[in-house]
T-cell receptor
């Protein structure tokens, strides 16, 4: 069964460092998303991406964040200068169409120290 | 704006008990409604969905009916198992309004043997 894969599963980084979280969406999907979940709290939307551009972003997705689809398969989230409060589980998701359900990856746990 | 409200957890039940997790929503337009489940240490999995009023989504013994008149999508299961212990998220998306899924805060369910 097709699935969304994310790497790495866990990343530890020092405050102020740049991190890139990687995702391989399901191959025929057209919409891509990043969400985050601070430990034990709600799942928060960060950004959606369609047709090689951001289609919607939340207030959390400030200038420190960027997304890219560098080739036909990968979808990345970059945080330029990490802060302690960026520590969270980051989930990538993809969907075939906007009205369809999103399929989520297993997540990358980011720990900023 | 669009939002989802679900009952606070944790919910603790004995095996074979009847489960209800309440979910209500506020939406402009016509939302699709979802229940996602997050098992310990794992990502988000779609449990069931309903795309229009009076639709019933079902999967793995869980059911939820899209009630437009009460703006609700309560999750039910007749006889829970220990393996159902997880966090359950009610969610919605509104076609042609949003490019994202909006999640409730999640309800942690503990099933005792």
């Amino acid at each position: 069964e097709p699935e969304v894969t994310q790497t790495p599963s866990h990343q530890v980084t020092q405050m102020g460092q740049e991190v890139i979280l990687r995702c391989v969406p399901i191959s025929n999907h057209l919409y891509f998303y990043w969400y985050r979940q601070i430990l034990g709290q709600k799942v928060e939307f960060l950004v959606s991406f369609y047709n090689n551009e951001i289609s919607e972003k939340s207030e959390i997705f400030d200038d420190q964040f960027s997304v890219e689809r560098p080739d036909g398969s990968n979808f990345t989230l970059k945080i330029r200068s990490t802060k302690l409060e960026d520590s969270a589980m980051y989930f990538c998701a993809s969907s075939e169409a906007r009205e369809f359900e999103a399929f989520f990856g297993q997540g990358t746990r980011l720990t900023v120290v | 704006g669009n939002s989802v409200t679900q009952m606070e957890g944790p919910v603790t039940l004995s095996e074979e008990a009847f489960l209800t997790i309440n979910c209500t929503y506020t939406a402009t337009g016509y939302p699709s409604l979802f229940w996602y489940v997050q098992y310990p240490g794992e990502g988000l999995q779609l449990l069931l969905k309903a795309t229009k009023a009076d639709d019933k989504g079902s999967n793995k013994g869980f059911e939820a009916t899209y009630r437009k008149e009460t703006t609700s999508f309560h999750l039910e299961k007749g006889s829970v198992q220990v393996s159902d212990s997880a966090v359950y998220f009610c969610a919605l998306s509104v076609l042609n309004r949003d490019d994202k899924i909006i999640f409730g805060k999640g309800t942690r369910l503990h099933i005792l043997p």
